[in-house]
T-cell receptor, first 115, second 113 residues
Framework: SQQGEEDPQALSIQEGENATMNCSYKTSINNLQWYRQNSGRGLVHLILIRSNEREKHSGRLRVTLDTSKKSSSLLITASRAADTASYFCATDDMYSGGGADGLTFGKGTHLIIQP | DSGVTQTPKHLITATGQRVTLRCSPRSGDLSVYWYQQSLDQGLQFLIQYYNGEERAKGNILERFSAQQFPDLHSELNLSSLELGDSALYFC????????????FGPGTRLTVL
């Protein structure tokens, strides 16, 4: 079953603008990861934020995590045409123990950057 | 390039057949995961192996099985294929377990006719 739910499902913005995507999840987690997928291709790992972290930056990416609300956001600043892709959040269940269990993915946000 | 390799890239087969998908993890990674991505189900975790042993099972059908070999490469076997098995199958690897980043391969696109 899907744990993470991204919002919005689709987002279209102009190049240079900032893009914000949100993710909500259901269970307690150890960490939350964001991935990017270009059409029909492999997933690229963007960033991992642990449950005891509130914010993390990587280049033009900023991720926040609010464990009390079970939500995360991904901000892409100064967007570029090459950022056009689907973005997924993925969580691992805190109670899976010993690193077992795979990631649970949301349905993704499809981001379109208009040149 | 994530360092995870998968073969073949594309596979077209008929219903009732059996196929094997292969994955080589990043150098040094002990955990291998298999995921299925389809339009209706999204990305779903199938199974995890750690250092040769099965570690966790997700939504894997009984017709599907996997193994991880001593050199840490993994194979996913899909048998008695049905039209609904058509999907992208991804392999991912990580240093250890789910608390670490998982790096995904390019995927195998399976089409069942």
């Amino acid at each position: 079953s899907q744990q993470g739910e991204e919002d919005p499902q689709a987002l279209s913005i102009q190049e240079g603008e900032n893009a914000t995507m949100n993710c909500s999840y259901k269970t307690s987690i150890n960490n939350l990861q964001w991935y990017r997928q270009n059409s029909g291709r492999g997933l690229v790992h963007l960033i991992l934020i642990r449950s005891n972290e509130r914010e993390k930056h990587s280049g033009r990416l900023r991720v926040t995590l609010d464990t009390s609300k079970k939500s995360s956001s991904l901000l892409i600043t100064a967007s570029r045409a090459a950022d056009t892709a689907s973005y997924f959040c993925a969580t691992d269940d805190m109670y899976s123990g010993g690193g077992a269990d795979g990631l649970t993915f949301g349905k993704g946000t499809h981001l379109i950057i208009q040149p | 390039d994530s360092g995870v390799t998968q073969t073949p890239k594309h596979l077209i087969t008929a219903t009732g057949q059996r196929v094997t998908l292969r994955c080589s993890p990043r150098s040094g990674d002990l955990s291998v995961y298999w995921y299925q991505q389809s339009l209706d189900q999204g990305l779903q975790f199938l199974i995890q192996y750690y250092n040769g042993e099965e570690r966790a099972k997700g939504n894997i059908l009984e017709r599907f099985s996997a193994q991880q070999f001593p050199d840490l490469h993994s194979e996913l076997n899909l048998s008695s294929l049905e039209l609904g098995d058509s999907a992208l199958y991804f392999c991912a690897s990580s240093v250890s377990g789910g608390r670490y980043e998982q790096f995904f391969g390019p995927g195998t696109r399976l089409t069942v006719l």
